[in-house]
């Protein structure tokens, strides 16, 4: 069970561009990370129900400091709304926990389809809603980051990602967060779920047989150093560009984002046999 050099590239080639957009867009990257680590953990042995719990797993500990680094770039420009973030990172990372014990239980195949369907619907409602108005200031409401945060960690700790890519639209539409606000306040909530959903699925793997060389529960440490050891610095870089582009751009590319992430989740691409 020990992996080759080409695994070693792949997995450090997926670091730097999970970081990137990380940084640039507020999201996690497990659309990048975790075909990748699944085909990896596939190709060494691993069986794919404990493979793609592992993907899972440390792919939310790869988000955290991944998270951090965009965090701290985005505050420095003023776009972290610290009240919102730590509210709905707090009662997300509560969700992701018990999200990641669902997860540990069920069959990954339902999960992704059910996910990836979400992720394409929030992104029809982005490419066709109207811009909120500018003239309104971001919601305040406590109680409203309690509401969103819970159900979309659950949803992060099932899947296996920081939740960004669901927040985002939501910070947007209905919490009238402008968009480089909504990116920026993002990767400062996605600390906490990755930690909450991390925690859960090094738990919930514990004594489990089968696991690669180098892992506690369904974390694996070595690919979370080739990981993290890329993405970390990129996250710089990514956040810094986000603050380059107009919302408009940074809009769109998101979108393209959530439908590539949301149709591959679902298998569209696997099922036209496309490579991508």
Known sequence: MEMHVAQIIALLITGLGVGFASGLLGVGGCFIMIPVQFWVLKSIGVDPTIAIRIAFGTNLLVVLPTAFSGAMTHHKKGAVVWKA???LGITGAIGAFFGAFIAAHLPGKILNIAFGTAVVLGALRMLTAKPPQITEEPSDSLAAFILWGIPLGIVSGIIG?????LMIPIMVYFLRFKMHQAVGTSTALMIFTALGGSLSFLINGLGVQGLPPYSTGYLNWLQWILLAGCSI??????AKTA?????????YIFIAVMF???LKMIGVFAWLHLPI
């Open 85 to 87: 973030g730590i509210t």
């Open 161 to 165: 990602i920081g939740g960004g890519v």
């Open 233 to 238: 610095p990129m996250a710089i870089v990514g």
């Open 243 to 251: 603050h380059i582009l107009p919302a408009k751009q940074l809009k």
């Open 260 to 262: 590539y992430m949301g």
